[in-house]
């Protein structure tokens, strides 16, 4: 069974432009969730959906950053515009709750360069 | 607020040398506290889940233990492919609609050396 996948590996762009990265979390999973990790913060979760619907935004850093899950089989995450300090691997994870436990499986990540 | 802190922060030791990584933790009502394998450039592979105290759990090598307020991962006579960042995480009083709130510590980054 395929794992999280995550759209593109590595991304590298300007500072200013848009940058737009996408996931297809595990068939069956209800929950998605949005991170990044950087050296100095770890690993952050800055947004997550349950059946579809973004239930919490509260680690999304500004207003540059939006999320997006049209189906369950689909989810974006959108800079714009970019700045040089949103550089960090952006990751996706997805759950599916059952008898009260979920755990969260993660997709290999998007390593994204503002220059 | 739910606090994870991992200790060290970076361990080497030679192949068949046995350790143990240490997380401590705050969190109002554990609903969980999960280890997390990092290899360099991939994401996070999900190693156990403990949900209370006295609980262990073991896969080849690795071996974890939960307390009240920590949680051991020990590594027994590691090979050079047991090199990899450790991550440890705890769902706790924070539950989000359908699903836990994960809060992740920094890490340890372990080095086996041949």
């Known amino acids: 069974d395929a794992g999280v996948i995550q759209s593109p590996r590595h991304e590298v762009t300007e500072m200013g432009q848009e940058v737009t990265l996408r996931c297809k979390p595990i068939s069956g999973h209800n929950s998605l969730f949005w991170y990044r990790q950087t050296m100095m913060r770890g690993l952050e979760l800055l947004i997550y959906f349950n059946n579809n619907v973004p239930i919490d935004d509260s680690g999304m850093p500004e207003d540059r950053f939006s999320a997006k899950m049209p189906n369950a089989s689909f989810s974006t995450l959108k800079i714009q515009p970019s700045e040089p300090r949103d550089s960090a691997v952006y990751f996706c994870?997805?759950?599916?709750?059952?008898?009260?436990?979920?755990?969260?499986?993660f997709g290999p990540g998007t390593r994204l360069t503002v220059l | 607020e739910d606090q994870v802190t991992q200790s060290p922060e970076a361990l080497r030791l030679q192949e068949g040398e046995s350790s143990s990584l240490n997380c401590s933790y705050t969190v109002s009502g554990l609903r969980g506290l999960f280890w997390y394998r990092q290899d360099p450039g991939k994401g996070p592979e999900f190693l156990f889940t403990l949900y209370s105290a006295g609980e262990e759990k073991e896969k080849e090598r690795l071996k974890a233990t939960l307390t009240k307020k920590e949680s051991f991962l020990h590594i027994t006579a590691p090979k050079p492919e047991d090199s990899a960042t450790y991550l440890c995480a705890v769902g706790g009083g924070e539950y989000l609609q359908g699903a836990q709130k994960l809060v992740f510590g920094q890490g340890t980054r372990l080095t086996i050396n041949p």
């Open positions: 994870a997805s759950s599916f709750r059952r008898g009260g436990t979920d755990t969260q499986y």
